[in-house]
């Protein structure tokens, strides 16, 4: 799993922030390890750089599904070290695609999950648009597996609506959880339930768009 914090795993101080990534490891069975690489304020440009996808890269091999989700951060204009034009963000997934197929592994992109944004008449808003559209196009032309996680994700937070999807976000009251005395207003990244529903929204693109990595699903045991 190559992404941002959005999919991360995080460290105890951080919770009850929870990546989506973290929750998708439970679903396999005994055939499947997930290595989830994916790290806090991470844009494609950083994740080159840092040697986090070389790291990927050198561990990757034939049957290997590598997931790649960025975006939150490759649009960030105001943090320059991060910031990714759209050309160097299209450039560094084809790359992505590119050398996970070398490696005879199965890339699979994700458009970025979305940030919770309404209008003032309770209407999910596109976060993403842009960055999403790229990840779109980029997978139609090398024909790579392709879950539309921003569309998917939106969807959820229209089904909860403005007031009830703050229960899947970092939200929380002064006092309310030791980790955050002063209180928490996060617009972006995941508690437990938003993770594991996110983390659904996958699992069930998975069984339609990639049947042989679905077939590794846990089955539950007969009763």
Do not use: C
């Not at 069930?204 to 049947?211: F, H, L, Q, S, Y």
Request: net charge neutral; hydrophobic share 35%; proline share 5%.
């Amino acid at each position: 799993m190559a992404g941002d914090s959005t999919m991360s795993i995080k460290e105890v101080k951080a919770y009850p922030e929870t990546g989506w990534g973290m929750p998708f490891s439970n679903f396999w069975d005994s055939s499947v390890t997930v290595v989830n690489r994916a790290k806090n304020g991470r844009s494609t440009k950083t994740f080159i750089t840092e040697g986090l996808w070389k790291s990927i890269m050198d561990d990757a091999g034939p049957g290997d599904y590598v997931f790649i989700q960025f975006g939150h951060n490759d649009e960030a204009r105001e943090k320059v070290e991060r910031y990714t034009t759209p050309d160097e963000y299209r450039n560094n997934l084809v790359k992505f695609i590119t050398e996970t197929k070398n490696k005879k592994a199965i890339p699979v992109l994700l458009t970025p999950v979305t940030r919770r944004r309404f209008d003032t008449t309770g209407n999910i808003m596109q976060t993403h648009e842009e960055y999403s559209n790229l990840v779109r196009q980029v997978a139609k032309e090398h024909q790579t597996y392709f879950i539309d996680l921003d569309e998917k994700s939106r969807g959820l937070l229209q089904e909860f609506g403005k007031k009830d999807s703050k229960l899947l976000f970092l939200q929380l009251k002064p006092g309310e959880h030791p980790n955050y005395p002063e209180g928490k207003d996060d617009n972006t990244h995941f508690n437990e339930l938003g993770a594991r529903l996110i983390a659904q929204l996958v699992l069930a693109e998975i069984k339609t768009t990639i049947p042989d990595l679905a077939a590794r699903i846990i089955k539950p045991k007969a009763k």
